[in-house]
Antibody, heavy 122, light 110 residues
């Protein structure tokens, strides 16, 4: 069974850093494009960024709102993906989900983790 | 302010058919596939419709999607209490070089 599990969320002060993890089971993460999507409390969904698969050199892309502050990386040996978040702002407060991209071009997010809450506050 | 525009709320009674809209532009819906997600309270979103009108395995045929020009719609027939959820549309946006979402429609089953 395909399963994604996020971890690493918590309370951090503005300007601080946090690293989220997305662990996979039931499949090999390196074969898939993996996206991060966030949801601020009581708000809608917002795409954060993605890591393409190994065949596409793990190329990363980011939303304008996080570009230069957030970095996505992978560890093949741990079948995991990470979201390094630096220079955090209060508006980054959200539940962060990782999701696999399916075969169809576009936001075809066919498997999601349960999410991890990041709170940026002093 | 979301790139795709959805009405904030919709409602219906059990057994009814409800529809909800999603409006975009030529850079997103007008030139790319539309996807729909269902988010039950306190859970992660779930893919409901892909490629404008296709259902993933396990999604009941009560759910259907359509697209025309720069707008899309999600229809739910035979409404059930368990359909009460938030529904989001999404599409790739060529101008922004990334996926964009609607603000979501909260469906209430009366």
């Amino acid at each position: 069974e395909v399963q994604l599990v996020e971890s690493g969320g918590g309370l951090v002060q503005p300007g601080g850093s946090l690293r989220l993890s997305c662990g996979a089971s039931g499949f090999t993460l390196s074969a898939y494009y993996i996206d991060w999507v966030r949801q601020a409390p009581g708000k809608g969904l917002e795409w954060v960024g993605r890591s393409k698969n190994k065949a596409d050199s793990y190329t990363t892309e980011y939303a304008a709102s996080v570009k230069g502050r957030f970095t996505i990386s992978r560890d093949e040996s741990k079948n995991s993906l990470y979201l390094q978040m630096n220079s955090l702002k209060t508006e980054d407060t959200a539940v962060y989900y990782c999701a696999t991209e399916g075969a169809v071009a576009g936001p075809d997010f066919d498997h999601w983790g349960q999410g991890t809450l990041v709170t940026v506050s002093s | 302010q979301s790139v795709l525009t959805q009405p904030p709320s919709a409602s219906g009674t059990p057994g009814q058919r409800v529809t909800m809209s999603c409006s975009g532009s030529s850079s997103n819906i007008g030139s790319n596939n539309v996807f729909w997600y269902q988010q039950l309270p306190g859970t992660a979103p779930k893919l409901l419709i892909y490629s404008n009108n296709q259902r993933p395995s396990g999604v009941p045929d009560r759910f259907s999607g359509s697209k025309s020009g720069t707008s899309a719609s999600l229809a739910i027939s035979g409404l059930r209490s368990e359909d009460e959820a938030d529904y989001y549309c999404a599409a790739w946006d060529g101008s922004l070089s990334g996926p964009v979402f609607g603000g979501g429609t909260k469906l209430t089953v009366l």
